[in-house]
């Protein structure tokens, strides 16, 4: 009777599985603005997708949409919305930058200094396929 037993439950172990969950996005970090020698371009990010270490790689990313999610305090909002503790700001992937499989990426407005470093989500679509 104790082997029965053991059977059913590693059964129920098998079972009780967690969902798969599929993400619709890849993850990239902002590593540095557009720049030359004496300037920067503040308006354009560069940015290393996570995968992605050729040129050709890089090309199937352009037109795709970035989001950069920061936190927000609780005091910055109104008092009728609800607190959610994240804002976004939406921009596209522009073109590769160079040969090791970076991107430059341009937002709707500037990205701030604190974004260096940070991590993004390139999402997969607009998809060309």
Do not use: C
């Amino acid at each position: 009777m104790s082997e029965t037993k053991k059977v059913e439950k590693k059964v129920e172990k098998v079972e009780k599985k967690k969902p798969f969950k599929l993400r619709l996005y890849s993850k990239a970090k902002i590593y540095s603005y557009r720049r030359s020698i004496s300037r920067v371009y503040h308006n354009v990010s560069l940015m290393k997708i996570e995968g992605v270490h050729t040129r050709k790689d890089a090309e199937w990313y352009t037109g795709k949409r970035v989001a950069y999610l920061y936190n927000v305090k609780k005091s910055a909002l109104n008092k009728k919305q609800q607190y959610d503790g994240r804002r976004v700001v939406w921009g596209r992937v522009l073109k590769p930058h160079g040969k090791g499989g970076q991107v430059r990426a341009q937002f709707r407005k500037n990205l701030p200094s604190q974004s260096l470093g940070a991590k993004t989500r390139v999402f997969l679509y607009p998809s060309k396929i």
